[in-house]
């Protein structure tokens, strides 16, 4: 099922595995839970980090060598300019350009132990959407450090990783610069909109008829939305439910956002719909196709998805 392939690129993995429920949401908020100085952590003394499984993992230097497994925490590492030390990613790693060089370990829900093995990294960054992975202790007991992240599910989860991950690679400096960057990014974006008197009513399309679905509140994507300005037409639903056509129909958005990119031309097949024709959105030609990468990967790029959709919604403002 074609939404499958979606969720495996898109919405917090722990979708993939079941029903298209907003499982990941139900985590808890990302804690300062990585013990961190106000200073940058030396890189050659020993230090301490913990993880959001509890597990406490003790560095006698800062890593040389990396494994991502999930492309939002490898672009974490390149922002933290430790991109060049990543040794395996995942076959999804597509950002920045870079990351398309390095070895693939992983599909991004199962990875390959023995590869990881073999390359030996000093640290695995993996991910959890509530449990960690059994399969991790495959790479624990080859005595290979591996410190687990819970999937974002906001913005101040993502903040939280990128200290994180800053505090495991000694580079909490950088990783300080790294976030500050970004809520200036969306300060800016908030500030050209301070003009919007009414948000306009958005739908946005994550996956295509005939198995509809759409995000809702408690949402990483919600949060978006939010920051651009704009009011999503199924924020009373939670998670990212699967809707119906004529549910579309009747709340009648006044601007469509498609993330759909394994089809040919999303929003072609979106203007063609039978019945849709009296939507606003379509009669007005407010159908736009927005990248997927940028708009729900919980990274560092989540002031750039911020821009672009106040730049799709409220282009005059945005100029």
Known sequence: MKIKSFLLLSIPLALTLGACQDNAAEAPATEETTEQTSTETSSDAPYTVIDD?????????????????????????????????????????????????????????????????????????????????????????????????????????????????????????????????????????????????EQKEVYVEISPSPEIYTTGKSTFQQEILNHAQVTNVFEDLEGWPNISEEEVITRDPEVILTTVSYVEDAVGDIEARDSWSDVEAIENGEVHFIDSDITSRPGPRIGEAVQLVAETVYPELME
């Open 53 to 197: 499984r509890g597990e406490e993992l003790e560095f006698e230097q800062a890593p040389e060598t990396i494994v991502s497994l999930i492309p939002s925490n490898t672009e974490i590492v390149f922002a933290l300019d430790a991109g060049d030390q990543l040794v395996g990613v995942t076959d999804y790693d597509n950002y920045p350009e870079a990351a398309q060089n390095i070895e693939r370990v992983s599909d991004s829900v199962e990875f390959n132990a023995e590869k990881i093995i073999q390359l030996d990294p000093d640290v695995v960054l993996a991910y959890s959407t509530g449990e960690a992975p059994p399969a991790l202790a495959q790479l624990e007991d080859a005595d290979i450090p591996v410190f687990v992240i819970e999937s974002a599910t906001s913005f101040d989860e993502v903040y939280g990783d990128i200290e994180q991950i800053a505090a495991v690679l000694a580079k909490e400096e950088k990783g300080a610069e790294v976030i500050e960057s970004i809520q200036t990014q969306i300060e800016d974006v908030q500030e050209r909109l301070a003009a919007v008197e």
